[in-house]
């Protein structure tokens, strides 16, 4: 009987893995897609617009904030059958990721050039980094909407409908890309513009499938869904009927719920981004060294984004049901399931890691004729399969014990780890010691194993026990 349960949960971790992981590899393909059409051309074109992403995603991070939230206490509620606690979270979580982005959309519109001139963009790739952060800024209002809808939807174990949504957008993008980059299909060569309106474009729609899918939460936030899917029938049909019925859940206002989000969100966002301004002012570091140096980042960054793919889509999946467990108190289940979990992200990543170190030249090759870069980026991805055992521990115990609800002890590691170790150490070996990007890359290497060995005692350690938000 035993067997037979832990064949049954492993079955159900795969079966919420496969489409996060088709998710992931879709969203990592929609950056990936502007990179290599962008590089047919011109390598400057590359540089601009990796800056440009890599402030978009730190954006994106910031949305994260309640959407991270969101998708940890929905899970324990999911799991612990708690309908009403469920549908107050999202709720909340979608009004404020809306203010939020509309704010955020208003600021990169406005302020994107003394933005990119903060971060040290090099005056010849001003004009090109310019126009697409105006582009995708001004429209990643909707994106803040789609992390958060996401999130809901993957909660509740519906993690097939966002996969579909990635499906559209990465087809809308690269149709875009071919039509708009290059002036394809009596469209006009609009070159960097037109991929930001290709990517921008392929976002909104993103927003809008999500949105579709929505209201198929509401039957599955309770245990014995038809008989909630009977009393949302119940209403009536009339739209306005519903929604009135949905403002009930709001009085009073649930004050709790806004501050477990508050409490879950800000760890949660705070290590994220403090990890993404960390790689920002690495980034301006590299910058400094060379235009080529720059380049040799944006392509090995990318190609790199693959090889975590297998250990970020099963810890998600596993962290979706570890939040299940937790809300169910099971915790020697969600323990247990964990150290699965990371046994097998680290053994599917250290393989493709492996396949990059002796395949990375000729994807260089295919990317670029510059022999500096190609020289560059090969030793690049070698360091890397080192730093893969570090960052799998990382991707593990900061998503898995968030899952439990001990949110604050990853964060005080990370932004001590990531400014001291990682920032620190690449500046110096880096910049006065003149190793370049080699000696930033090892830098990265020593901060990702060095907070690895910390998180995973965590984990271990159990500490965590005890903190579901589901008892209170």
């Known amino acids: 009987m035993q067997t ?55 954006v994106f991070l910031i949305y994260q904030f309640f959407s991270m939230g969101a998708a940890i206490l929905c899970a324990q509620y999911f799991g612990a059958g708690l309908r009403s606690r469920f549908i107050q979270i999202v709720g909340i979580s979608v009004f404020v ?10 600021t990169l519109w ?110 599955a936030a309770k245990a014995g869904g038809k008989a909630a899917h009977r009393g949302l029938k119940q209403l009536g049909l009339c739209a306005a009927s519903k929604i009135k019925a ?78 299940h467990y937790v809300g169910q108190l099971r915790y020697r289940v969600a323990y247990i399931l964990g150290n699965y979990v990371f046994r097998t992200g680290m053994m599917l990543t250290l393989i493709v890691a492996t396949v990059l170190a002796f395949c990375g030249r000729p994807l260089l090759q295919f990317l670029t004729d510059n022999e500096a870069i190609i020289t560059l980026g090969t030793w690049i991805f070698i360091i890397d399969w080192v730093l893969n055992i570090g960052r799998v521990k990382n991707i593990f115990a900061c998503g898995t014990l968030r899952a439990t609800g001990d949110a604050v002890y990853p964060v005080v590691v990370g932004v001590i780890f990531q400014w001291v170790v990682a920032v620190g150490f690449a500046w110096f070996v880096g910049i006065p010691l003149g190793y370049g990007l080699i000696g930033i890359w090892l830098a990265f290497c020593l901060d990702e194993n060095l907070r690895g060995i910390i998180l995973m005692r965590r984990w271990h350690s159990q500490k965590w026990r005890g903190r579901a938000f589901t008892v209170q």
Do not use: H
């Open 4 to 58: 037979t349960k832990r064949i049954s949960i492993k079955k159900e971790l795969y079966r919420l893995t496969l489409p996060i992981f088709i998710d992931i590899a879709l969203v990592m393909m929609l950056g990936a897609v502007d990179t290599v059409m962008l590089s047919r051309f011109s390598d400057d074109a590359v540089a601009a617009v990796g800056l440009d992403n890599q402030l978009v995603s730190l």
């Open 97 to 106: 990721n809306m203010l939020l982005g509309m704010l955020m959309s208003l």
């Open 110 to 219: 406005i302020w994107a050039e003394p933005i990119l001139q903060m971060f040290g963009l090099r005056e010849n790739l001003m004009a090109d980094g310019v126009r697409y952060l105006k582009i995708t800024g001004a429209l990643s209002f909707f994106q803040a909407l789609s992390l958060t809808f996401s999130a809901v939807l993957r909660s509740t174990g519906k993690t097939l409908y966002p996969m579909l949504a990635t499906v559209a957008v990465n087809i809308l993008n690269i149709c875009g890309n071919y039509a708009l980059i290059f002036g394809n299909w009596g469209c006009p060569a609009m070159g960097v513009e037109g991929a930001a309106w290709a990517t921008a474009g392929s976002r909104i729609a993103a927003m809008l499938i999500l949105l579709c899918f929505m209201p198929t939460v509401w039957p």
């Open 246 to 323: 949905l403002a009930a859940y709001f009085r009073p206002f649930p004050v709790q719920e806004l501050k477990n989000l508050f409490y879950i969100g800000i760890p949660a966002m705070s290590e994220e981004l403090s990890y993404s301004l960390s790689q920002v002012a690495i980034t301006y570091f590299i910058n400094q060294i060379s235009t080529e140096a720059l380049t040799t980042k944006i392509y090995c960054s990318t190609a790199i984004t693959f090889v975590i793919l297998f250990s970020t889509s099963i810890v998600q999946g596993g962290d979706i049901l570890v939040g």
